[in-house]
């Protein structure tokens, strides 16, 4: 059930690289607006407290995602992209821009003019990249799991995004739509249709490839895709029609959690337990549990609301920002040792992956992520300011984009060397 993959069909790395090099400066941005927060800014409305969830996840999350995205669908499909600098012009720049417009507006007042232009910008880049890679896969003879999945998650984004694009609307030209109610439903298939939809699917595939643990259950991997979907429905119709809120969280609570506990058995199996993107896929999924526990906690509460931010912060920060990470330090040494690989002359030998970004690199990215996740928590039960979250965050995005310059120079020079 794991999937085939064509090497052969892999992208230019002019297409995913750029995404890749941009995330740790959204990183270091939301470590900087971080900074500014006062300290009672932790709640869900503060207009510091919606920019920098929007950084993270449209500046890094997004990024590193449609990247690795682009890059593993033609390698995992088997289908080359016909026009990819035409492809990249179309989502990489709309996507910054609408960013940077989104961000602004809740930073300067809500501006409608603003949110008008992250709406356009956005509008264009999310749906078009989601659009095309669907359309690819379509194509593609592969029929696995993790292609199944990934179709899944694409169709997650373009239902996430269309939501997202009509609350711009609502805050930037007035629409006359159920802003609330586009709120709930754009929060659970943003974080359960794309976000975690994604992971699980490519984790079926480079968990037991990177980790060397034992595959997923049969069973599980042919019925998650639809009970997750299933229960993302019963949350939205729940939520929308002022239903029990605890259907709303329980019923995407059951598969991801399952998916969560069932890689972190696996992980446990790992025939690589020095690994440190073990460490970090095992932070990652016992993330994506303490968030549905403090979702599902916060029901029982009147003041809900410190619980629901906790479990925002465990879905991006910790769960999101911990697998794109551990995926990352693996993918780009992978492509550069590929792409030095395919071009080496005769009686040259290319670096190897751990000469291009050493392992002991992600060991320390992973201190830093576990430490900026534990802040994250630390603001948010009052026991710290929230600097001091921004700071762990700012200092993670130098060591994440340090990691990256080192890299890139070291493909540059073995490049420039042959």
């Known amino acids: 059930m794991q999937a085939w993959l064509s090497y052969d069909s892999a992208p230019p790395l002019r297409l995913p690289l750029p995404f890749f090099l941009v995330a740790p400066v959204w990183l270091m941005a939301t470590g900087a607006t971080l900074l500014f927060m006062p300290a009672d800014g932790a709640t869900p409305y503060h207009p510091i407290a919606l920019a920098v969830t929007h ?44 960013t940077t417009a989104l961000c602004s507006a809740f930073l300067l007042g809500f501006s409608p003019a603003l949110f008008r232009l992250a709406g356009l910008c956005l509008g264009l880049a999310l749906p078009i990249c989601a659009a095309y890679c669907l359309g690819l896969l379509a194509r593609s003879p592969a029929r696995d799991v993790t292609t199944k999945g990934i179709a899944g998650a694409l169709a997650g984004l373009i239902a996430a995004a269309g939501l997202g ?9 007035g629409w006359p739509l159920p802003l609330l109610t586009l709120r709930d439903a754009h929060v659970v298939l943003a974080t359960g249709g794309w976000l975690s ?41 729940a939520q929308a029609r002022g239903g029990s809120p605890l259907a709303g969280v329980l019923a995407p609570a059951l598969p991801l959690g399952t998916h969560a506990a069932l890689t972190l058995r696996r992980l446990h199996r790992s025939r690589r337990p020095g690994d440190p993107g073990r460490l970090v896929w095992m932070v990652a999924m016992a993330a994506q549990l303490l968030g549905l526990a403090c979702a599902a906690y916060g029901i029982l509460r009147t003041d809900a609301s410190p619980y629901w931010m906790a479990a925002g912060w465990a879905t991006l920060a910790g769960l999101g920002l911990g697998a794109v990470l551990g995926m990352l330090y693996k993918i780009v040494p992978f492509l550069f040792w590929l792409h030095l690989k395919r071009h080496a002359t005769s009686g040259t030998r290319p670096p190897s992956m751990h000469e291009i970004l050493p392992e002991r690199n992600l060991r320390i990215m992973a201190s830093l992520h576990a430490a900026a996740l534990l802040s994250g928590f630390a603001v948010l039960s009052g026991f710290a300011a929230p600097w001091i979250a921004g700071a762990s965050l700012l200092l993670l995005g130098i060591r994440f984009g340090a990691d990256m310059a080192c890299a890139t120079s070291r493909y540059h020079a073995n490049r420039v060397g042959r």
């Open 55 to 98: 950084m993270l996840a449209l500046g890094v999350l997004g990024n590193v995602m449609l990247g690795a995205l682009l890059q593993i669908l033609a390698v995992v499909s088997g289908v080359a992209y016909r026009r990819p600098a035409m492809l990249f012009h179309l989502v990489f720049w709309p996507l910054q821009a609408g």
């Open 165 to 173: 694009i009509a609350m711009t609307g609502v805050l930037g030209a």
């Open 197 to 237: 939809l994604l992971i699980m699917a490519v984790s079926f595939t480079v968990i037991p490839m990177f980790q060397i643990t034992p595959s997923y259950p049969l069973r599980w991997q042919r019925l998650s895709l639809a009970a997750s979907w299933i229960a993302l429905g019963v949350s939205v119709v």
